[in-house]
T-cell receptor
C-alpha cells in the first residue's frame, strides 16, 4: 500500500516571498504520478502541478515548482512570489500507474494549511 | 470546462436517517470517486467506480454504499447515518488511466458536501 505524509500542518509566508511545502511518500512501485492539489476556502480542489515518476526533470507551472527526489521519496512544492490568493490547504497526492488496476485512485497526505500574509 | 457537481453544499441529517449524496460529471469520465475529508487525516477514499454498475471498496467503506446506474452519476449512500459520519464529502472523476497517458491522470473535484449528523 502507498502512503503519503505531509509533516507541516500549517505554514505561513509573507506576500512576495518564497515558501516550500514538504511531502514524503512510500511505495515499492516504480511507475507512478505525484500531484499537488490546492483547496482554497471555497473548497474547490484544483490541480496545481503534476510530476511523472519516470521523468527526472522537475515539473514547473509558473510560480510553482517541485523538487522531486525519487530515491528519497520526497516531493516538495515551492511557491515563489507568494500571493494572497495562494492562501489555501495544499495536499500532496499519489497515483499508482498500474495499467488497468489502479483506476486513478488518489492517495492523499494530511494537508498543509498555507497562509499568505500581506 | 470540466464540471463535477455535488447536489448539496451543506446537509444536516438525524442519526439513523438514510442519506443520499449525489454527484454528476459532464466529461464522460470512466472513473468516479467518493472521498471523505477530515482535519489532520486528509482525504480518504470511501468507494470508487470505474464503469457503469461497477464499484470497488476504498479504504473506509464501512457504513457506506454506492450506486452508479449511469456513467455520469455516482451516488453515495449512508444507510443509517451516525454522528461519526459527520464530515466533508468530496466527489471526483477522471479518465481511465492509460488513455493518452499523462494528461489523463488529473482528477476533477466537486465543491464538497459538508454533512452534519445530529
Amino acid at each position: 500500500a502507498q502512503t503519503v505524509t505531509q509533516s507541516q500542518p500549517e505554514m505561513s509566508v509573507q506576500e512576495a516571498e518564497t515558501v516550500t511545502l514538504s511531502c514524503t511518500y512510500d511505495t515499492s512501485e516504480n511507475n507512478y504520478y505525484l500531484f499537488w492539489y490546492k483547496q482554497p476556502p471555497s473548497r474547490q480542489m484544483i490541480l496545481v502541478i503534476r510530476q511523472e515518476a519516470y521523468k527526472q526533470q522537475n515539473a514547473t507551472e509558473n510560480r510553482f515548482s517541485v523538487n522531486f527526489q525519487k530515491a528519497a521519496k520526497s516531493f516538495s512544492l515551492k511557491i515563489s512570489d507568494s500571493q494572497l490568493g495562494d492562501t489555501a490547504m495544499y495536499f500532496c497526492a499519489f497515483i499508482l500507474n498500474a495499467g488497468g488496476t489502479s483506476y486513478g485512485k488518489l492517495t492523499f497526505g494530511q494537508g498543509t494549511i498555507l497562509t499568505v500574509h500581506p | 470546462d470540466v464540471k463535477v457537481t455535488q447536489s448539496s453544499r451543506y446537509l444536516v441529517k438525524r442519526t439513523g436517517e438514510k442519506v443520499f449524496l449525489e454527484c454528476v460529471q459532464d466529461m464522460d469520465h470512466e472513473n468516479m470517486f467518493w472521498y471523505r475529508q477530515d482535519p489532520g487525516l486528509g482525504l480518504r477514499l470511501i468507494y470508487f467506480s470505474y464503469d457503469v454498475k461497477m464499484k470497488e471498496k476504498g479504504d473506509i467503506p464501512e457504513g457506506y454504499s454506492v450506486s452508479r446506474e449511469k456513467k455520469e452519476r455516482f451516488s453515495l449512500i449512508l444507510e443509517s447515518a451516525s454522528t461519526n459520519q459527520t464530515s466533508m464529502y468530496l466527489c471526483a472523476s477522471s479518465f481511465e488511466l492509460g488513455k493518452d497517458r499523462d494528461m489523463n491522470t488529473e482528477a476533477f473535484f466537486g465543491q464538497g458536501t459538508r454533512l452534519t449528523v445530529v
